[in-house]
């Protein structure tokens, strides 16, 4: 008995590979493709990139607005496919970043206020 893709009796159109490597690992994966002249031919598959993640700790959000390529098409990539214009873009994600600079405000806040405390408790004394 036969396979019920293919009827019994006819021959499937065999394609080989054209580079050396002949296992079906992750860097030789092909695609079988018919060409414009009737032919069965291999076109062989590239490996899929991944979008770079966030530089923050704990935070492995990837980072959006970047194009997800292999390591050497980056330096194919233009300026604006790599990078989003923010402080820290292409770095840390906008959450991260947002975190960052209320932090870094309320930071200063507090130093504001413990100057004016510290002021104030200078002055109270000299009036007694």
Same mark, same amino acid.
């Given at each position: 008995?036969?396979?019920?893709?293919?009827?019994?009796?006819?021959?499937?159109?065999?394609?080989?590979?054209?580079?050396?490597?002949?296992?079906?690992?992750?860097?030789?994966? =092909?695609?079988?493709?018919?060409?414009?002249?009737?032919?069965? =031919?291999?076109?062989?598959?590239?490996?899929?990139?991944?979008?770079?993640?966030?530089?923050?700790?704990?935070?492995?959000?990837?980072?959006?607005?970047?194009?997800?390529?292999?390591?050497?098409?980056?330096?194919?990539?233009?300026?604006?496919?790599?990078?989003?214009?923010?402080?820290?873009?292409?770095?840390?994600?906008?959450?991260?970043?947002?975190?960052?600079?209320?932090?870094?405000?309320?930071?200063?806040?507090?130093?504001?206020?413990?100057?004016?405390?510290?002021?104030?408790?200078?002055?109270?004394?000299?009036?007694?």
């Amino acid at each position: 008995q036969g396979c019920a893709a293919v009827p019994r009796g006819i021959m499937v159109q065999r394609v080989t590979y054209r580079r050396r490597k002949s296992f079906h690992t992750k860097s030789n994966i =092909v695609r079988k493709v018919r060409t414009p002249g009737g032919k069965l =031919v291999v076109q062989y598959v590239g490996k899929r990139g991944k979008r770079p993640t966030c530089g923050e700790y704990g935070c492995d959000r990837p980072l959006s607005g970047i194009k997800a390529v292999r390591p050497k098409e980056l330096s194919r990539l233009s300026k604006r496919q790599k990078t989003v214009t923010r402080p820290y873009g292409g770095a840390k994600c906008g959450k991260c970043v947002r975190t960052r600079i209320v932090r870094a405000f309320l930071i200063e806040e507090q130093k504001i206020v413990k100057k004016v405390l510290k002021a104030q408790a200078n002055a109270k004394p000299e009036k007694q």
